[in-house]
């Protein structure tokens, strides 16, 4: 805060000063000063200086291209992919050659028309001709791409209701996430947060038939080539889940249930085997080879090798550990998915297991006997 003030005094009193210069120069009538005005050297200057500022444009552009083209998303992983990325280059493709257009007249018009001592603008109220031309054109390029737009996301966003998905909902909170699967009957069961208890975290209605083989868990399987339906929901502020990989995305609203669809097309393993994922963990993990020498040397633990995953993420700066909003996703063939499912114990159960008594324990006074009963009848409930 002293800094602050510090700062903000500086800053008042170089204003001052630089008033109290101009009042000085105001008061020194009778001397002519046109260094204020720009001469024929300062326009030529300036126009120089324009093409300078094009070029920088342009170099900037194709550095970035190669520098970091090579960081933008690669092959998608849902059937849907290649529209998004299909629409995402049409959009990029004509930016760039708006640009490289716009930018080149706009720099060169400025060159050509710099000020020249004596002469004189022209002046030109309108031009219909010319203003249909520069409103019709951007009108009908922009009302395509739209309409493309629109048409793709309808699509997308399409979901039959007679159509065999997977339901699962994804529950965000700060910072994490969780999901739920319908099970065996392929209906959530209903939700509510003030629902919410001990092992119950995303508040499902228990007493809800739907709700009985509903699974809980903390990373997320999905099958290969079936399309699985994501109703999300939020605990406490605006989150969005964000599959990079899927090309999905969509807002989690605290009060209302979003959704969408996709149908995954590589599994995990599928996706790791691909030329472009191979190199770019080759390259990753030389990195990460590198920096655990210097960490060993210090005497500190080597880093892990890196491997592919798929990731859920959180796009929406949601708080503090926003940036570690994350759950691993993996892409199962229909098999595998179906066995990883059936292992896993239904939120009814787990909830049983939670309030289950607690078996003393031997040897403190307890009842031996009664306790490894209690436990007899845990292991009962639990199937
Ligand atoms: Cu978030």
Wanted: hydrophobic residues 45%; charged residues 20%.
């Amino acid at each position: 805060m002293e800094i602050l003030l510090v700062i903000l005094v500086l800053v008042l009193l170089s204003i001052a000063l630089w008033q109290l210069t101009k009042i000085f120069d105001l008061t020194q009538v009778g001397e002519k000063d046109d260094s204020q005005v720009a001469n024929d050297g300062d326009n030529n200057t300036q126009g120089y200086l324009m093409f300078g500022f094009l070029a920088f444009i342009y170099i900037f552009t194709i550095y970035g291209l190669i520098k970091w083209g090579p960081l933008v998303l690669h092959t998608p992983a849902s059937a849907h992919g290649a529209t998004v990325d299909n629409l995402m280059n049409i959009t990029w493709v004509l930016i760039f050659f708006v640009q490289a257009v716009t930018q080149v007249l706009v720099h060169y018009f400025s060159f050509k028309y710099r000020g020249k001592q004596g002469q004189k603008a022209l002046y030109l109220a309108d031009n219909n001709k010319l203003e249909v031309i520069w409103s019709g054109i951007p009108a009908i390029v922009l009302a395509g791409l739209i309409l493309y737009g629109l048409y793709a996301w309808t699509n997308i966003m399409f979901v039959d209701e007679n159509e065999d998905t997977i339901e699962i909902e994804l529950y965000a909170q700060q910072f994490k996430w969780t999901a739920r699967y319908a099970g065996t009957d392929n209906v959530l069961g209903k939700a509510n947060v003030r629902l919410i208890e001990g092992v119950n975290t995303l508040g499902v209605d228990l007493s809800d038939p739907n709700a009985q083989d509903d699974i809980v868990v903390s990373e997320l399987h999905i099958p290969k080539g079936k399309k699985v339906h994501f109703k999300i929901r939020s605990q406490d502020v605006l989150h969005s889940a964000y599959f990079p990989h899927f090309r999905a995305q969509m807002n989690c609203v605290p009060g209302m249930v979003t959704e969408f669809a996709f149908v995954p097309t590589l599994t995990s393993d599928e996706y790791r085997a691909l030329p472009f994922m191979v190199e770019k963990v080759k390259k990753i993990n030389a990195l990460r080879e590198a920096k655990s020498k210097v960490l060993v040397a210090e005497g500190k633990t080597a880093l892990d090798p890196y491997t592919f995953d798929y990731l859920l993420l959180c796009n929406k700066i949601c708080g503090a550990s926003h940036y570690n909003m994350q759950m691993k996703v993996i892409v199962d063939t229909p098999e595998d998915f179906k066995k990883w499912l059936s292992d896993k114990p239904t939120l009814v159960q787990e909830v049983k297991t939670a309030n289950a008594p607690k078996p003393a324990e031997p040897g403190v006074g307890a009842d031996t006997t009664k306790a490894k009963d209690t436990a007899a009848i845990v292991k009962i409930a639990m199937k």
